[in-house]
């Protein structure tokens, strides 16, 4: 095995146009990139190409990190790590990312939410601001932010998860969700904090009521759609419940 040295490192990744991270221990992968300055590295390609956060890896890349090892190997009580915040930067969407969001390798015992189970989930959760939700991935599931078209795909066998302020929205794969509509210009009305993503978390959302959709044409703003068809003439929202289709129905004509 050929180690480079970390200035090396940090030179080839100025040089690269897209940067692949895996399996390992969040935490450590945290330190060394922030000391090394790998963190800022990563993101300098990200800006200008790809960048794939594999299994542990994508624990890193949200507001705040998983300390899976420290917790599921060694015990520590449920408390999360900064992360790098990458898909903040990226989106405005503050989120701690989880893979293996469906793992069963645990058998008698929970291992989901990337082997910490609900109940030690639950206490995280708890700790997040109200700013703050968890983004989930399922084992041999990927999501691929488009960061020019403004979507999230989701791919693979699973699905995607979003858990807010004590709901749960599963997106499956072969969904597009939009963060943004660019054809409508909503950007200064919606920034991506506040993206159609986050407003199917909001029960209270009412597009045709609130001040900043002033002068859109809120017929034609998509909250969550999957692709078009051959026809281009259909759009299919993806409800989380029956009762979230009713309210999605009366808040957005499509």
Not at 188 to 195: A, K
């Amino acid at each position: 095995v050929l180690f480079r040295s970390v200035a090396a490192t940090v030179e080839g990744l100025r040089n690269a146009s897209w940067v692949f991270a895996g399996p390992g221990s969040p935490t450590y992968a945290l330190r060394v990139w922030r000391e090394s300055g790998v963190a800022t590295a990563i993101r300098d390609v990200i800006d200008r190409g790809v960048g794939i956060f594999a299994s542990a890896a994508a624990l890193t890349v949200g507001a705040f990190t998983l300390p899976v090892y420290e917790m599921y190997k060694v015990g520590e009580d449920p408390a999360w790590r900064d992360g790098l915040d990458i898909l903040g930067s990226l989106t405005g969407l503050r989120a701690a990312v989880i893979p293996h969001f469906d793992n069963s390798d645990g058998g008698t015992h929970d291992t989901r939410f990337c082997f910490v189970g609900e109940r030690r989930m639950q206490v995280l959760e708890e700790q997040l601001s109200d700013d703050v939700f968890i983004l989930g991935i399922d084992e041999h599931t990927g999501i691929r932010f488009n960061l020019d078209a403004r979507s999230v795909d989701v791919f693979g066998r699973g699905s995607m998860t979003v858990r807010m302020g004590g709901r749960v929205w599963s997106v499956p794969s072969g969904t597009t969700v939009a963060v943004e509509n660019s054809d409508l210009k909503t950007t200064d009305r919606y920034p991506l904090l506040n993206s159609p993503l986050r407003l199917l978390l909001n029960n209270n959302s009412d597009l045709a009521a609130d001040p900043r959709m002033a002068g859109a044409q809120i017929r034609r703003f998509l909250i969550l759609h999957k692709a078009l068809d051959a026809e281009f003439t259909k759009y299919t929202p993806v409800p989380r419940s029956e009762e979230h289709t009713s309210e999605l129905q009366s808040h957005v004509r499509i």
